[in-house]
């Protein structure tokens, strides 16, 4: 079987996150069992407003896995299905999802990212990053733990299909982070976060342990992509979402400066280079929230969805199903 698994805990915002992402999965996907792990309370709030008719299995998240870290190196003990895409509550889907689980069924486990990282990854901000660069600590890095190249892991998007593989690659992972004083990256801790990133650590195991990576652009296969204002259009319930791709992964990758000023410019001077700028627009499997400057967008649409919930209830046969009715979720 094949199935979506989320998690959630802490403040109620959260809940509604996780709700919101579970409804955008059934406006396409009325088949595949969406799991849900999140704290007592969270559980208790589901069920008591009738909102548990979501998730299948509605299970309690132990306290020691309510952290990134918390749950994403200890995978294999939330993989309720054969086959599990694990995804972060602050997606909004925005199409079909069969053919995404199609291209899935050829990985054992993969997450999304790119195979060789950026400077920036894991790196110190701000001035930090300058000495890192006069000093190449990345390949420092990649020397003293026996690997040939460094890739990026997106680990909002994950998916396993054999958990004994799962488990050996989130123990990889979680005793990889132990030895963050022997890499060139920087705690999210050092930064002002309230939590530690599991991505570096994920990334740094897949290179040890040969796991492929499931590319970040795959043009209109577009796994997801970061919700940046000014590179999509949509309607206000984000039910038509038409996204800029740049067809170069320079170009992708200088569409996320977050100074706009900077960010246009160079995408001019790149765009001098012939072909560089093309681009198509394209509608991804998900659209990711990550950046903090654009929580407000997700979260007042998962707002209107909770409170739609609310009121008009839930009513699951009346659901939509995926637009492929020949589909069967159980291929694969």
């Known amino acids: 079987m094949e199935g979506y698994v989320l998690h959630t805990y802490g403040k ?19 088949l595949r069992p969406i799991a ?25 998240l132990p306290e020691a896995h309510q952290s990134i870290v918390g749950f994403k190196h200890y995978l294999y003990r939330f993989h309720p299905f054969d086959r599990c895409l694990f995804v972060d509550s602050d997606m909004i889907w925005c199409r ?7 291209q899935l069924s050829a990985f054992e486990f993969t997450g999304t990212g790119v195979s060789s990282a950026d400077f920036f990854f894991g790196a110190p901000k701000k001035t930090g990053i300058i000495l890192q660069l006069l000093t190449n600590q990345r390949r420092k890095t990649i020397r003293r733990f026996g690997v040939t190249y460094l890739p990026r892991v997106q680990a909002g998007m994950l998916y396993s299909s054999n958990i004994q593989e799962c488990k050996r690659i989130c123990l990889e992972a979680a005793h990889l982070l132990t030895r963050n004083h022997e890499t ?11 939590e530690e990133s599991c991505e570096w650590s994920l990334a740094l195991a897949f290179a040890r342990l040969g796991v492929p990576i499931f590319s970040w ?7 997801q992509m970061d ?9 206000d319930d984000f039910e038509h979402v ?8 320079i170009a992708n990758r200088l569409r996320e400066i977050p100074a706009p000023r900077i960010r246009d410019a160079l995408l001019r001077l790149y765009g001098f280079i ?25 979260h007042e649409l998962a707002d209107r969805l909770w409170e739609n919930a609310l009121a008009d209830g839930i009513p699951v046969a009346s659901v939509r199903k995926s637009d492929d009715s020949e589909s069967d979720p159980m291929d694969g």
Not at 20 to 27: D, G, N, Q, V
Not at 227 to 235: E, G, N
Not at 242 to 249: D, G, Q
């Open 36 to 60: 849900l792990y999140a704290d007592e309370s969270s559980v208790d709030r589901l069920r008591s407003l009738g909102l548990d008719v979501l998730f299948a299995p509605l299970e309690t």
């Open 12 to 30: 109620e915002r959260y809940l509604k996150s996780a709700v919101a992402s579970a409804l955008t999965i059934r406006r396409y996907d009325s």
């Open 96 to 102: 079909n999802p069969d053919p995404l689980w199609k």
């Open 184 to 194: 060139h990256f920087r705690s999210r801790l050092d930064e002002g976060r309230k």
């Open 242 to 249: 038409s996204c800029h791709y740049f067809n170069h992964a």
């Open 274 to 298: 012939p072909g560089k700028s093309d681009y198509m627009t394209i509608t991804p499997f998900a659209l990711h929230f990550g950046w903090l400057k654009y929580k407000d967008v997700f």
């Open 227 to 235: 919700y940046i204002s000014d590179f999509v259009q949509h309607d």
């Open 217 to 223: 652009y795959q043009g209109r296969n577009t796994p």
